[in-house]
């Protein structure tokens, strides 16, 4: 059994990963760390829970576990990688922002691999440590990528990205109270969002002559989870064309699927998935792209990457629904 431990257990996606750990067969949770809520019971806290683990946060840490899962907020890895050793052995995935550029990538001889799989699998496979995607930077990435491996973004693209009211974690603020939220929608960085960087390198990667200017439109949801976003840019195919080229990208993808029907949300909350859809108006092509921001944008990718560490079917434990109705 993969011996895992989990730190900043409170959080949501830490919420996410135990649920979904509980039940992966190849999994043992061996502690889950939360300094702020050490000995009590993890039900307490992820509701949810009660009847399924007994288990509680602790305060300690087995230095020696298989994997380490990261969920601090943004900025914090570094400084808990900083105070705390692990074995050599232990694989480390992150969940926050701290190891995604390629100029941040490295720590105390430790460098980290981008992990999106649809593009860095075989490099995965073979990574001791993993910086998992943005939740946003996924959805946009995916929406994207198969154009910039074509060679076929050389115009200004424009994103506008609507979010689910857990993508800002669980400390409140102004924007994240109910009677806030409710009923309301909003933007906020415009065009300055902090996950352009990963999305600009990911498109460079693949397409290295591409200087265009990517013009993201983020926006709060009156909804809990799930990201659908709207991406548009010239392209000078047909339909029928980007409809091609888009499957041979995503054939052997595991969870990103090209749809020919109009994307909603409920085809991908409480799923791992990442939906397509293309639409041609005069010489551009949109592309929506729909993803669960705490799965496929959070902890379900990270279990995937998990998968793939340990040579795992990729699929592993992410056997997940969506609450259609």
């Not at 990688?81 to 692990?86: E, G, M, P």
């Not at 799923?271 to 669960?292: E, F, G, P, Q, R």
Request: hydrophobic share 40%.
């Amino acid at each position: 059994m993969i011996q895992v431990g989990i730190i900043g257990g409170a959080g949501y996606t830490a919420g996410e990963l135990i649920r979904l750990l509980i039940h992966h067969t190849k999994v043992n949770i061996n502690f889950v760390y939360s300094t702020s809520n050490a000995g009590n019971k993890i039900a307490k806290v992820h509701q949810d829970l009660v009847g399924t683990t007994t288990m509680h946060f602790t305060s300690t840490i087995n230095s020696n576990v298989d994997v380490l899962f990261l969920c601090l907020g943004h900025g914090n890895s570094k400084k808990f990688l900083a105070k705390n050793t692990f074995s050599k052995t232990t694989k480390i995935i992150d969940l926050g922002n701290d190891f995604r550029l390629s100029d941040s990538s490295s720590f105390q001889e430790k460098s980290f691999v981008y992990g999106l799989p649809e593009i860095h699998k075989e490099k995965i496979i073979k990574a001791n440590y993993i910086a998992n995607p943005g939740c946003f930077a996924t959805a946009i990435q995916l929406a994207l990528l198969p154009l910039a491996k074509a060679n076929k973004l050389s115009n200004d693209v424009h994103i506008n990205a609507v979010t689910g009211a857990t993508g800002a974690g669980t400390s409140l603020s102004q924007t994240t109270h109910f009677t806030w939220r409710d009923n309301n929608f909003s933007y906020y960085k415009p065009f300055v969002h902090q996950h352009l960087d990963e999305i600009v390198q990911s498109v460079q990667a693949l397409q290295s002559d591409f200087e265009s200017e990517l013009f993201f439109l983020p926006n709060r949801g009156n909804f809990s989870r799930g990201i659908f976003a709207t991406v548009y840019t010239a392209f000078d195919g047909s339909i029928r064309e980007a409809n091609e080229l888009y499957a041979a990208f995503y054939k052997e993808a595991a969870f990103t699927f090209l749809s020919e029907e109009n994307l909603h949300l409920k085809q991908v909350v409480n799923t791992n998935k990442c939906l397509i859809h293309l639409h041609k108006h005069k010489n551009k092509l949109l592309i929506t792209s729909c993803i669960d921001n705490l799965l496929k944008g959070a902890s379900g990718q990270a279990i995937q990457n998990m998968n793939l560490m340990f040579g795992l079917n990729e699929k592993e434990g992410l056997n997940l629904k969506a609450t259609y109705f």
